[in-house]
């Protein structure tokens, strides 16, 4: 698992400098946090077997390709797409796949722009290329699916039916108000500075 | 400035300390995100000639109210006034006023809920009382704000009105939203969780 | 444990105020690092067993003195002193014991003060008074103590007895050396800084 | 100066990752602290000057090697050495100079392990291949460098021969200790751990 750590860590740096570059040359910050979390050791068993795949190191490393996972927050989708092309045209990112729940949200209402990368990571006797998957949302996006999250987790739910099609036309709604809200930043953006 | 920096240490832990209690005794994380901020010395200066304070640092400590800036980002409204209420029960922090911008949003669609507070700093060689103000938003109005903020450094905008009207429009649906993604969670929250 | 975490928390943060200030008022940081760590529970339950106390919560509260540890690494002797003088002397930290090992080290070298507080801590819904053990040491002290406390996790050392006599030496060389760089830095502290 | 910044984060996480390799594989932490310092503008400027070079942003990158520096500080003179040869060996790292200061000590004591290296940082639109200063240190090194540094900005002292005799008699206190402390490590290393 340490592994998966260090190529988070690489990761995350990576975006880091992204965003300071951007900061500091075109005085914005696109993304506004960026969390991480590495799969537990109980999850990875259960997807091996659910797949039917060989239980060891190796198996891990080959079919498994969300054990380290990034979540890149920006403000607006029109940074995600930005930041994510900067991101994936880095020489020593190779890019092996990409969903856009963001153009095709799923049936639920999710939206997220999902990646699988691999990047190289020096130990200390060897190079290793690590897979990471980075997942790209907006704010608003985040706050849902955590919410959308919690959902997976309970059962016996009075309403389970009448709460999805809440949550459904909450995500809805969330993606019209960042359009809107990414319009009026337009606006904003070329409009001059007050003295 | 060195001191409004270490009352913003003091206050910072003291809401990470609320986060864990809560985390761990009732499986919920109810602050998302801490942000904290200095004002700059011009910003004091001129809101001192503005004022027509006089200029010195008793006068600083006396009458500038928002040197020392938190912001205390939660997930739902009820999380604000929950966590606020807390904070503010405990004996070394002294209120000293509250500005409710979420019951009473301001003209342009501006909520957040506001207080200043005094909190004891043990230095070196004295303990001095150190006013802080603390903001306190969901994550959609600190979005909301954040773009808000950005109009305030503007001039020369075509369509100003437009886009305030706008901005105003997107700030009563994130509200609306907030309530009904509040509501979901309530519902969610008394369900059993699945094995 | 959470609640041990969290008066340690309160208890770095009030060094790094200390540090702050002496650094901005007195341009010297005499904190060079501070460090800290939660006793494992099998230690705690460990420890109950061999002093015969009761195995409860309760009991861990008032029986166990050094479950949150702080370690406050200074550069100079004399920082030690001043810098746990100044944090005894805070209102709401109650002094329960004082174990001076610098004047009087350990039979096998060890050099460090250690002192039990206890501090009030903010929960949810509660005050509570947490205990916590500082222990303040040089550079040289802890790197000597991390060696040392290697040596208790090994056995059949061949030459144990001339590893713990040279480690006894290395223990008096570091001590004698400690103080001579203090002497330096006094002397050097007086002079007038350069153009 | 952003650029720099972002070359240090790389470097660092380069250290981070061997660091926790070595902590994984082996049970070893060999690097106790990593710090890091951007060169001020002013210092910058009075190098290039002094050197007679250009003042440009391209004379700078070109020509000033420490603009970024960062320090690793390790526990035992071997860990520098095998520290410093993982990180050169890696593919993206250039290793542009080596001075070599602790088999060849300054005649003022000093001792440390200096190389400058070039690694590429990933920018928004573009790869720059920046250059850093890495220093390496032990613990006890390090201690009395930043003491020696103290001297450089003072002047007007009284017998500043006779504390330059006495610093460079410690430089070789610590230096002899370091050696002993490392021989006892080598023997506890190969103990067997206790049960």
């Known amino acids: 698992m340490m592994m998966y750590n260090c190529a988070i860590k690489e990761v995350r740096t990576k975006f880091e400098v992204l965003n300071d570059d951007l900061a ?3 005085n914005r910050n696109p993304i ?6 590495i799969k537990k050791p109980e999850s990875i068993f259960k997807k091996l077997l659910r797949k ?3 239980v060891s190191m190796a198996s891990i490393l080959e079919n498994i390709n969300d054990v380290a996972g990034i979540r890149v927050i920006c403000s607006f989708v029109d940074d995600i797409y930005e930041v994510a092309k900067m991101f994936i045209s880095q020489d020593d990112v190779t890019l092996l796949s990409v969903k856009d729940y963001i153009k095709t949200p799923k049936e639920n209402g999710y939206r997220s722009f999902h ?3 691999s990047i190289p ?3 200390a006797n060897r190079k290793e290329n ?7 949302r907006t704010i608003a996006m ?8 919690t959902m997976k987790y309970k059962k016996d739910i009075d309403d389970a039916d009448s709460i999805m099609r809440e ?9 019209s108000t960042d359009i809107r809200m990414q319009e009026i930043n337009k606006k904003l953006h070329y409009a001059k500075p007050s003295e």
Do not use: G, P
Request: hydrophobic share 50%.
């Open 32 to 37: 506004e946090m960026i969390k991480s979390r």
């Open 167 to 175: 949550l459904k036309e909450c995500a809805d709604v969330i993606a």
């Open 115 to 117: 990646i699988i990368v």
């Open 130 to 136: 690590i897979k990471v998957e980075v997942q790209f």
């Open 52 to 54: 039917n795949y060989e």
């Open 121 to 123: 990571v020096f130990f």
């Open 142 to 149: 985040d706050f849902w699916a955590s919410l959308e999250h």
């Open 24 to 26: 500091t040359a075109h």
